[in-house]
T-cell receptor
Framework: AQTVTQSQPEMSVQEAETVTLSCTYD???????LFWYKQPPSRQMILVIR??????QNATENRFSVNFQKAAKSFSLKISDSQLGDAAMYFC??????????FGKGITLSVRP | DTAVSQTPKYLVTQMGNDKSIKCEQN?????MYWYKQDSKKFLKIMFS???????INETVPNRFSPKSPDKAHLNLHINSLELGDSAVYFC?????????????FGQGTRLTVV
């Protein structure tokens, strides 16, 4: 079985500042993928960033980057230069050979102007 | 042109009714999924189909029956609706079975059972 844990239900960041969202996971597989999804109030699920477990290098997509600590089974998302449009619910997710995407409970991020 | 479209976007119905949610993707993907997001925003896989073949069937009550008439469509039929079925249901598709994490999601269908 695979599990994804997001222990912080909500966070707040000042516009233009940096925020880090935490995620831990557990899986028995050696080959797996990790993701962060954004869900704004529109409900649309938007893929923010992905990380292959076999890659040591942390993934980066513009202002979004991850800190992938494989031994610690930790996968945090860093948002730099936060913008008002970043306000949303963020989900950490994991998939492996079973092709089943398992989500964490999500974290609500608010951005203060 | 919407990649993954679900209809209807909102559905309000009474307990005991039967309802269907339709999903269509125009991406030429092989794999389609249904997810349920409950009132606490928790997202969970319900079903996945690959080339019309059922691959994942989580512990979902058998009142829920997916139907894939072709690769581009995956409909969800729900019998004898219960209050606990109220949720947002998302359809998604990915190019291949192993790409669940890169799936394109529909806008969701908010189902309210009264």
């Amino acid at each position: 079985a695979q599990t994804v844990t997001q222990s912080q239900p909500e966070m707040s960041v000042q516009e233009a500042e940096t925020v880090t969202l935490s995620c831990t996971y557990d899986t028995s597989e050696s080959d797996y993928y990790l993701f962060w999804y954004k869900q704004p109030p529109s409900r649309q699920m938007i893929l923010v960033i992905r990380q292959e477990a076999y890659k040591q290098q942390n993934a980066t997509e513009n202002r979004f980057s991850v800190n992938f600590q494989k031994a610690a089974k930790s996968f945090s998302l860093k948002i730099s230069d936060s913008q008002l449009g970043d306000a949303a619910m963020y989900f950490c997710a994991l998939t492996g050979a079973n092709s089943k995407l398992t989500f964490g409970k999500g974290i609500t991020l608010s951005v203060r102007p | 042109d919407t990649a993954v479209s679900q209809t209807p976007k909102y559905l309000v119905t009474q307990m005991g009714n039967d309802k269907s949610i339709k999903c269509e993707q125009n991406l030429g993907h092989d794999t389609m999924y249904w997810y349920k997001q409950d009132s606490k925003k928790f997202l969970k896989i319900m079903f996945s189909y690959n080339n019309k073949e059922l691959i994942i069937n989580e512990t979902v009550p058998n009142r829920f029956s997916p139907k894939s008439p072709d690769k581009a469509h995956l409909n969800l039929h729900i019998n004898s609706l219960e209050l606990g079925d109220s949720a947002v249901y998302f359809c998604a598709s990915s190019q291949y079975l192993g790409q669940a994490g890169e799936a394109f999601f529909g806008q969701g269908t908010r189902l309210t059972v009264v």
